[in-house]
Structures are given as C-alpha cells and as structure tokens.
C-alpha cells in the first residue's frame, strides 16, 4: 500500500500563489487532479519519475508548474495567478504503471486531499 500525505492547501486571493506538496513512501509518477462542488474530477497536471516529462490541462498550462525531488520523495504543484474557478479539492495520485499520464483510471493510490479556495 502506498501512503501519500499533501499539504499546502488553504484560502487566498485572487491572483495569489500556493504550492502544494505531496509525499509519498518511495518515487512514482505521479499527477494531480482536482474536484470542484458538483463537478467531476480532473486532471491538473502530472510528472513522470525522472521528473523529465510534465503534461498539463490546457487551464493549468502557464500558470502552474509540477516539480519533484525525489530525495524527499515529494512532488510540488505550484500554482501561481490562482482564480475563484481554481476553487476544489487538490489530490495527488501515484500512476504505477505510466509516465504521468492524464486519464483518472491510470491512477491507482490517492491522497485525501488539500482544499484549495480562491476568494474574488
């Protein structure tokens, strides 16, 4: 069983920054995803196990980053020019048999999850 911890979550402005951690009992890849009141879950973005391959949903692309370090077994999701839409609960997840790739069911160990809320 893999355990993942996250942290990092919390309120902020609009327009504000948060970097979310997740930590893990060893180095995987790994994604995050996130779920907003009454939607589906989705994908935010995830990072392959060298770190040498990131992928992106098109809302994320040029305002977050995913990063690692593999010596803290930790990957980082930061998230800079954050809008109310950004609002949900951030998860990480281990993709055991991919590179970090986008689609849920890739995914087999989650986290409990981070609130994120963005205030207008």
């Known amino acids: 069983q893999v355990q993942l911890v996250e942290s990092g979550g919390g309120l902020v402005q609009a327009g504000g920054s948060l970097r979310l951690s997740c930590r893990t009992s060893?180095?995987?890849?790994m994604g995050w995803f996130r779920q907003a009141p009454g939607k589906e879950r989705e994908f935010v973005a995830a990072?392959?196990?060298?770190?040498?391959?990131?992928n992106y949903a098109d809302f994320a692309n040029g305002r977050f980053t995913i990063s690692r370090d593999n010596a803290k077994n930790t990957v980082y999701l930061r998230m800079n020019s954050l809008k109310p839409e950004d609002t949900a609960v951030y998860y990480c997840a281990v993709d055991n048999w991919g590179d970090g790739r986008s689609a849920e069911s890739s995914y087999e160990y989650w986290g409990q999850g981070t609130q994120v809320t963005v205030s207008s």
């Open positions: 990072i392959s196990w060298s770190g040498g391959s990131t």
């Open positions: 060893s180095s995987y890849a």
